[in-house]
């Protein structure tokens, strides 16, 4: 490693530290002065993102910029996602309702036989509304799945939440009646040349 690597290297090791500092103080500050009620907002977030939009959104001060609104609209667009889908189980959860093992709903998810969205951690959650009452995967999921592979899973699972057309529940509930189920697959066949433009 030359001189001036070494030298870049320790320049950004005090610039890391230094933000790091910055953030702590900010973070520090923010919370002392945080009501009940938004602390609890902020330990309820799902992923560290998520917690310090809360943060940032609490603090009583003008904010110059809107993107902590973005990141926190985004959380609160994927938490009504996730209550529309039934929940979300993991994987064990997943398992002992399909009675198989966890490696077995992994395989399963990654084979797009079932739906699975992210978690942070490295977890995946499974939308509980992809199975029938019997705890049977529903009819067309998995070609559903299959057909949305190239989709983000969590755009995916935006779509099968949205209400059929005749308002008798979600899409995803309603994947076994063959018009829906046309319906879904050519949803995500548009999706996808878009996304292919």
Do not use: C, N
């Amino acid at each position: 490693m030359s001189t001036r690597e070494k030298e870049a290297g320790a320049e950004a090791a005090g610039v890391r530290a230094s933000l790091r500092k910055r953030i702590e103080r900010y973070v520090t500050s923010a919370l002392e002065r945080m009501s009940d009620e938004d602390l609890l907002k902020a330990v309820a977030a799902q992923s560290p993102p998520e917690t310090f939009a809360e943060i940032v959104l609490a603090a009583p001060e003008p904010r110059e910029h809107d993107w902590s609104d973005l990141l926190l609209r985004g959380a609160t667009a994927k938490r009504e996602i996730v209550a529309a889908a039934g929940g979300l189980l993991s994987s064990s959860e997943a398992a002992a309702l399909l009675h198989i093992s966890i490696p077995g709903v992994k395989q399963r998810a990654g084979r797009r036989a079932v739906l699975a969205v992210p978690l942070p951690g490295g977890q995946w959650g499974f939308p509980a509304r992809q199975f029938d009452r019997d705890g049977r995967v529903r009819p067309g999921v998995a070609a559903v799945a299959a057909a949305g592979a190239a989709l983000d899973p969590w755009v995916l699972l935006s779509i099968l939440v949205d209400d059929a057309e005749d308002g008798r529940g979600i899409l995803l509930e309603r994947l076994d009646d063959g018009g829906v189920l046309r319906d879904v697959l050519s949803r995500l066949a548009t999706h996808g040349e878009h996304a292919a433009a």
